[in-house]
């Protein structure tokens, strides 16, 4: 895991553009699309991340990014399966931050 | 019913494009769809509304980000906006008049049906700021961003569909002939 990494204040402007943005439309989208704003919001972090060479966590951000942008786009062809996509990913981040609690444990 | 038809073939034929190559779209094709546009239906023949052409990267770039409708990467919008001076003086009265909405769908279908006859992939947008859209093309305040068409050439890219697809719906399951019988 690579401390230092962080945003741009550039970067971070684009996402806050972006968040707030998705703020104000959430206001009359169909509910549904708040968590899709949410979830693309966090493809958008993982490209951020990717661009500042996350070293050994590569793998990990460019799986959640795949997964997400693959299944981002099922809010309008599969509702049932989106909202189960939308359920599973905190587990897998959550996997993530056990992985590296193990390893920093092993590391001590 | 035969749909051997090129209209209706262009219709059947047209989908969403969300992701583009980097091709640029050239004015000419852009001056071509704001043609398809003008061809348009208007409620009362009043057209209230202005076309803005969006074809500068930068400027497009900007507008992504405050448009999370918009997925992908297009090469040049063209928003849709209310002319709120030509509405005053043909007397719509825009808290109320849905018609005007009407007319930015029709105006909106023929550009997305122009650009699939013309090789171009289109997306039409709603979800995104206006307030920062407007403060991004610096529109003056009489005109009203109320759309945003993505235009580009399209990129290929695998559907992601899962168990249930939404499919096209049968039309005996949309269609209603007639008047409806007395309710017992």
Redesign the interface.
């Known amino acids: 895991m690579t401390e230092h990494m962080i945003l741009t204040e550039t970067e971070a402007l684009q996402l806050l553009a972006y968040l707030t943005a998705s703020a104000e439309i959430s206001l009359v989208e169909p509910d549904l699309y708040g968590p899709f704003r949410l979830i693309d919001a966090c493809s958008k972090l993982a490209e951020r991340v990717l661009q500042h060479d996350p070293g050994d966590s590569r793998e990990f951000w460019e799986e959640i990014k795949a997964e997400i942008d693959l299944k981002k786009i099922w809010l309008m062809s599969d509702r049932v399966n989106f909202r189960e996509f939308i359920k599973q990913m905190p587990a897998k981040v959550a996997q993530e931050l056990v992985r590296r609690e193990v390893k920093d444990e092993v590391v001590k | 019913m035969s749909d051997q038809r090129p209209t209706f073939e262009i219709i059947q034929r047209r989908r969403v494009s969300r992701f583009f190559t980097d091709k640029p779209v050239t004015k000419d094709d852009l001056q071509h769809l704001i043609m398809a546009a003008r061809w348009a239906s208007s409620a009362g023949n009043r057209r209230i509304h202005k076309f803005v052409i969006v074809d500068q990267q930068k400027s497009v770039n900007l507008i992504r980000?405050?448009?999370?409708?918009i997925?992908g990467n297009p090469k040049a919008l063209i928003v849709i906006c209310t002319d709120k001076i030509k509405a005053a003086m043909e007397g719509v009265k825009l808290d109320m008049d849905t018609t005007t909405w009407i007319d930015v769908g029709t105006a909106s279908q023929n550009m997305m049906l122009a650009a699939h006859e013309m090789g171009l992939g289109s997306c039409p947008t709603t979800?995104?700021?206006k307030?920062?859209v407007r403060v991004i093309l610096n529109l003056p305040d009489y005109l009203e961003p109320e759309y945003i068409l993505q235009v580009g050439h399209p990129k290929e890219q695998p559907r992601?569909?899962?168990?249930?697809?939404?499919a096209k719906l049968p039309i005996e399951t949309i269609t209603y002939w007639g008047v409806f019988p007395e309710s017992d």
């Open positions: 980000l405050v448009s999370p409708g997925l979800s995104f700021s307030s920062a992601s569909i899962g168990k249930g697809e939404v």
